[in-house]
T-cell receptor, first 112, second 117 residues
Framework: AQSVAQPEDQVNVAEGNPLTVKCTYSVSGNPYLFWYVQYPNRGLQFLLKYITGDNLVKGSYGFEAEFNKSQTSFHLKKPSALVSDSALYFCAVQNTGNQFYFGTGTSLTVIP | DAGITQSPRHKVTETGTPVTLRCHQTENHRYMYWYRQDPGHGLRLIHYSYGVKDTDKGEVSDGYSVSRSKTEDFLLTLESATSSQTSVYFC????????????????FGPGTRLTVL
């Protein structure tokens, strides 16, 4: 069975500091992993994905994520947080049947 | 929002009444999905479609039905709404990679906030 865990409901970080939003997954076969961001009263927006290849994936708005197969993790990172990064972040895994499974979300607050 | 619209955007209805939500896309993507978003649960898949008249159940399909008679439209119906179906509903689309493999990201609509009294 496919599943995604985001162990932190809330992450607070000071503006300018690096941020990490954690994600671990369980999937049969090769994982396809995604990060999405949701701003208030909006739909989810795609940030980045890992399909294969380099374990460090770069995406929109300066975000990146590191795929770690041995730890079954796909943590989202950004070297320097902005107040505008404050939002709800979702990790997702896709199976070969084109179904997506989402984590419960992590609310990121960047403090000025 | 990548050529995806949802209607209505807000709806209040009473227990026991039928409700239909519509998702319309202009991207000609093959796959369409309906999710519900609830606090503490993230997004949960209700139903999805992999082509016209081809649909399948997701993890929370009880009490919901779907139809897709055209590529661009995917309807979600609550036959008899219950208070537990109060939620925000999102439609999403994704394309089918030419290689036949998965790995294409989803694009989401703006959502429909449904309240069942």
């Amino acid at each position: 069975a496919q599943s995604v865990a985001q162990p932190e409901d809330q992450v607070n970080v000071a503006e300018g500091n690096p941020l990490t939003v954690k994600c671990t997954y369980s999937v049969s076969g090769n994982p396809y992993l995604f990060w999405y961001v949701q701003y208030p009263n909006r739909g989810l927006q795609f940030l980045l994905k890992y399909i294969t290849g380099d374990n460090l994936v770069k995406g929109s708005y300066g975000f990146e994520a590191e795929f770690n197969k041995s730890q079954t993790s796909f943590h989202l990172k950004k070297p320097s947080a902005l107040v505008s990064d404050s939002a709800l972040y979702f990790c997702a895994v896709q199976n070969t049947g084109n179904q997506f499974y989402f984590g419960t979300g992590t609310s990121l607050t960047v403090i000025p | 929002d990548a050529g995806i619209t949802q209607s209505p955007r807000h709806k209040v209805t009473e227990t026991g009444t039928p409700v239909t939500l519509r998702c319309h896309q202009t991207e000609n993507h093959r796959y369409m999905y309906w999710y519900r978003q609830d606090p503490g649960h993230g997004l949960r898949l209700i139903h999805y479609s992999y082509g016209v008249k081809d649909t399948d159940k997701g993890e929370v399909s009880d009490g919901y039905s779907v139809s897709r008679s055209k590529t661009e439209d995917f309807l979600l119906t609550l036959e008899s709404a219950t208070s537990s179906q109060t939620s925000v509903y999102f439609c999403a689309i994704s394309d089918n990679p030419r290689s036949g493999r998965a790995g294409n990201e989803q694009f989401f609509g703006p959502g429909t906030r449904l309240t069942v009294l």
